[in-house]
């Protein structure tokens, strides 16, 4: 082993450290060359009798186990179900070697220890965690579509108990070292530089007491619950799974099965059913879907922007937000809450006042509060500057011009603030639609200028599409993704075009929906098939949230870029045309008369929507389906002919992380890879009729007659 992961050490002449440090690698993880590590290391330990305690340690800050490699994950995709329980079982049995080794075995967690770390912490007697804010404990394995298959289900509720192990395991989410410490996981939390002396007192503590034989001989038996209490956890835990997937995601009901069927087993048959059940899953499309947005998300973290060499990015550290509506007193707070300098702007007095009160409530949300923290937002408070005056708003190293969305609106702002802008600052629009290059127009340094576009509601989406004008320069490019990184984002960089990306492929997907309407489909059917392919909300719901006079707009925007393909509905004038504009109206193609706001079916609606029907007929769930989602992957295929993206990737993390497309099925072209472009091509034709808008592209044809693949 020329690049050696683990590294031995004595810190007493009684005390081994296996030190933990992937070499050339930011996070250590487990890769099966790790665990041969390991396995030497211990091979040799056992044999000593002169050792009291092994403590694992990392040289990483704030992390110790990322968990496995999932690279390796992939290569094994295929492998047979036999196969799996072989490796699920080589892990169970190489960490199992720390609950029997002839000394305390001790894990001193400095940071990030999640998944195969975490189930490799498990198997030790104790558990240490520093106070380093970056430390976390948990088992993310289903939200790759599996479960923990190196003994974390047999573990997990023998320390913790089956309630928390089952809300740990099957929810997927970490826990802090404090909550790991109340939860029974952690022995001690202590200062990050104090950590080795802890673990070495613990070694002493524990070999004094011999506490931990009598936990090892406890978590090795049958865990004491009554059938009664089995059965109730079941039901309730079984309710709320089904609630939040829908059904669309098995690993966490086959976690929670796992766990219940192996409560009454000791933990040796406990893993062996483990390895059994986390075959049934390894390799599912689900499981594949899942760890390709695992990768697109990691690819993301990598990539500045801009192909080729590195480019030096300038430093943002106070932005000025130009408008402050909903989105940008959003836009504002995700820059106050990571700590940047923000001053915030608007032509209404009023308007501004009422936003820097939304921007310090945002920044300050508190999950666990479920509002605002007072405490934070004082502490925040002083990040935030209302302003009206040109020169403070033109101070900033970054200007977001956030403002209706008005060309003539937008240019005269511009025209009062590039001027007064510093030699290296980046003027930045949040368009949704306009065209960059058409807004560069005029600017004396459309190089500085380009379209950093959030989507609502800030706080809770994660993309920025970063959009590159004509005149657009590398480092702005580069510098508006490490920015949009820096405040917690993920930015997508794309060429100039109508609705850029996440719009452009919405609205195929949103107008098929009315023309649907328009040939008989009823409303609850539609909505029902896009649901039932894993989309969050229905097209129609999602019209009314949008506002059907937004619709209008951005429909007239896409209709004169696109005439021969988009055809504009006589319908949504209408609707505008009767006020009927969606949930802001309490009318749209819903009604929200109830308390909560939620949409009901609205009898009237038939009064607007009847002239525009032009026949009635049923539709099968997947004849719904596919008019819904080929138009939209049509026109992914001609964003990429176009050059407006990259790389098909983008397609798919913009769509996931933009627009709620279902992470379950990988994204739409990972999707429409395990349909093939052949398939696809057969699928279009029953749908010639409908004219362009349903007619394959030269870029599927060409790779139905390759077989080529997006991925």
């Known amino acids: 082993m020329t690049a050696e992961t683990l590294s031995l050490s004595m810190a007493e002449p009684d005390i081994a450290v296996l030190t933990f440090d992937t070499p050339n690698k930011s996070a250590n993880v487990l890769s099966n060359s790790v665990l041969d590590e390991l396995a030497v290391h211990l091979d040799a330990l056992e044999k000593r009798t002169d050792l009291a305690g092994l403590i694992f340690r990392s040289a990483k800050s704030g992390i110790f186990i990322a968990g496995a490699d999932l ?12 196969q799996v329980v072989a490796m699920c079982r080589r892990g169970q049995l190489l960490f199992g070697r720390l609950s029997k080794a002839p000394f305390v075995t001790v894990a001193a967690i400095n940071g990030i220890c999640v998944g195969g770390g975490a189930e490799l912490a498990s198997w030790c007697d104790r558990r240490l965690f520093s106070n380093n804010p970056k430390a976390e404990f948990g088992f993310p394995e289903v939200k790759l579509g599996l479960f923990p298959g190196w003994g974390g289900t047999a573990r997990a509720p023998r320390i913790a108990g089956l309630s928390n192990a089952v809300e740990m395991v099957t929810g997927g989410e970490s826990i802090s070292a404090e909550a790991a410490y109340k939860m029974g996981w952690a022995s001690d939390v202590v200062a990050d530089d104090q950590l080795l002396s802890a673990a070495i007192r613990l070694v002493r503590a524990e070999q004094a007491t011999k506490e931990y034989l009598k936990d090892r001989e406890r978590w090795s038996g049958p865990i004491e619950i009554t059938e009664t209490e089995l059965g109730f956890l079941g039901a309730t835990a079984s309710a709320v799974i089904r609630q939040q997937t829908k059904g669309q995601y098995p690993a966490p009901d086959a976690a929670l099965e796992t766990m ?58 106070s932005v000025t937000v130009v408008g402050a509506g909903i989105m940008g007193s959003g836009i504002a707070a995700a820059n106050v809450k990571r700590g940047i300098a923000v001053v915030l702007t608007d032509a209404a007095h009023e308007a501004l006042t009422k936003g820097g009160r939304n921007v310090l409530e945002e920044a300050s949300f508190d999950r666990t509060l479920k509002g605002p923290s007072a405490e934070r937002m004082l502490e925040l408070a002083p990040l935030l500057n209302l302003t009206t005056s040109p020169d403070e708003v033109a101070a900033s190293d970054l200007v977001i011009e956030a403002v209706v969305e008005n060309e003539k609106v937008k240019h005269s702002i511009y025209a009062q603030i590039e001027p007064k802008l510093g030699p290296d600052a980046i003027l930045a629009s949040n368009t949704s639609t306009i ?106 719901e999602l019209y009314d949230l949008v506002g059907i006079d937004t619709a209008v707009y951005a429909g007239q925007t896409m209709f004169e870029a696109f005439p021969d393909r988009v055809v504009s509905s006589p319908l949504l004038p209408a609707m505008v045309a009767a006020k009927r504009l969606g949930k802001k109206t309490g009318r749209g193609f819903y009604a929200y008369d109830n308390k909560k706001g939620r949409p009901e079916p609205d009898p009237s609606l038939a009064e607007v929507l009847g002239p525009h029907v032009r026949e009635q007929r049923n539709f099968t769930p997947d004849e719904l389906t596919m008019r819904l989602f080929l138009p939209m992957f049509l026109e992914a295929t001609r964003v990429l002919e176009d050059g407006i993206v990259r790389d098909s990737r983008d397609i798919d993390l913009g769509l996931i992380f933009g627009l709620g497309f279902p992470p379950f099925k990988g994204g739409l072209m990972f999707w429409a890879d395990t349909l093939g472009a052949a398939t696809i091509v057969e699928m279009l034709k029953p749908f010639e009729s409908l004219g362009n808008r349903m007619a394959p592209t030269k870029l599927l044809l060409e790779m139905a007659a390759s077989g080529a693949k997006f991925y």
């Open 435 to 540: 065209p960059i290059t058409k807004l560069a127009a005029g600017l004396k340094h459309p190089d500085r200028f380009c379209g950093i576009h959030f989507f609502n509601p800030v706080r809770r989406m994660k993309l920025v599409e970063v959009i590159r004008g004509e005149k657009t320069s590398d480092q702005t490019i580069a510098t508006a993704v490490a920015y949009a990184k820096g405040i917690g984002k993920i930015p997508i960089v794309m060429n100039d075009g109508p609705g850029f990306l996440v719009n452009r492929l919405l609205f195929p997907y949103m107008h098929e929906a009315i023309e649907l309407l328009a040939d008989g489909a009823e409303i609850k059917a539609i909505e029902r098939a896009s649901k039932a392919f894993g989309m969050p909300m229905g097209p129609i």
């Open 71 to 82: 690279r390796e994950f992939v290569q094994s995709l295929g492998a047979p179900e036999d």
């Open 260 to 317: 219940l069927e192996s409560a009454m087993l000791d933990s040796d048959a406990a893993c062996e059913l483990e390895a059994t059940r986390m075959a049934k899953l390894f390799g599912s499309p689900v499981n594949a879907a899942l760890l390709n947005v695992f990768f697109l998300t990691d690819r993301n973290k990598k990539d500045t922007g801009v192909d080729g060499e590195q480019i030096a990015t300038q430093s943002i550290n």
